[in-house]
């Protein structure tokens, strides 16, 4: 498993620059199919993503607390996101459930290997970067689909909504 994992990270530049290629694809098919319609949330939350993945390409890893500086990253995308939605989100796609759970996650797991690398000094291989190896590409490539079809897939939104009703109810009662 451990040399699957640094096949993997071999490969991590090249995977990057794919993600970001989807999310460029996001943006034009959503810019491409919104021309004529009222509602452009899904193109502007495309916009986002596409513009925070494509800077990201610039960071150099090689240097000083890279997962840090990735962390930051998603981060400032959340913030971006939420920025989004209190000015300009009018009707909520069923991507921006997909993109705050998806960089919560991405965020969680770049602090948690800054943490084991960093602060820690691990580099011996274990669970957490095997989670990190498989559930990184997984949750980008899942939220730059669901930007383009635009389907709870995953039913997210739906469980979302669910919890939410079912807290709701318990604090009535």
């Known amino acids: 498993m451990e040399g699957l994992f640094w096949q ?30 009222q509602d452009k949330s899904r193109v502007h939350l495309c916009f986002i993503m596409m513009a925070s993945y494509t800077s ?22 959340i913030a971006a996101i ?12 069923y991507g921006f459930y997909y993109l ?6 991405n965020a969680s797991l770049f602090m948690g290997m800054y943490i084991d690398n960093t602060l ?11 989670l990190y190896g498989f559930l990184m590409p997984i949750i ?9 079809i635009n389907k709870d897939l995953l ?7 669910k919890l939410k009703t079912s807290s709701i109810s318990k604090l009535i009662a």
Do not use: Q
Not at 56 to 77: C, G
Not at 120 to 130: S, V
């Open 8 to 37: 993997l990270n071999s490969i991590n530049e090249y995977f990057g620059i794919l993600i970001t290629w989807l999310f460029v694809f996001a943006f034009l098919f959503t810019l491409s199919i919104a021309i004529n319609k």
């Open 56 to 77: 990201s390409l610039f960071m150099d890893i090689t240097t000083a607390a890279p997962h840090l500086k990735l962390f930051i990253f998603d981060a400032l995308t």
């Open 82 to 93: 939420l920025m989004w939605r209190i000015f300009l989100g009018r009707k909520i796609p």
């Open 100 to 105: 705050i759970v998806g960089l919560c996650i």
């Open 120 to 130: 820690y000094g691990n580099w011996d291989f274990w669970w957490l970067w095997m």
């Open 140 to 148: 980008d490539i899942t939220m730059a689909l669901i930007l383009i």
């Open 155 to 161: 039913k997210l939104v739906w469980l979302i909504k």
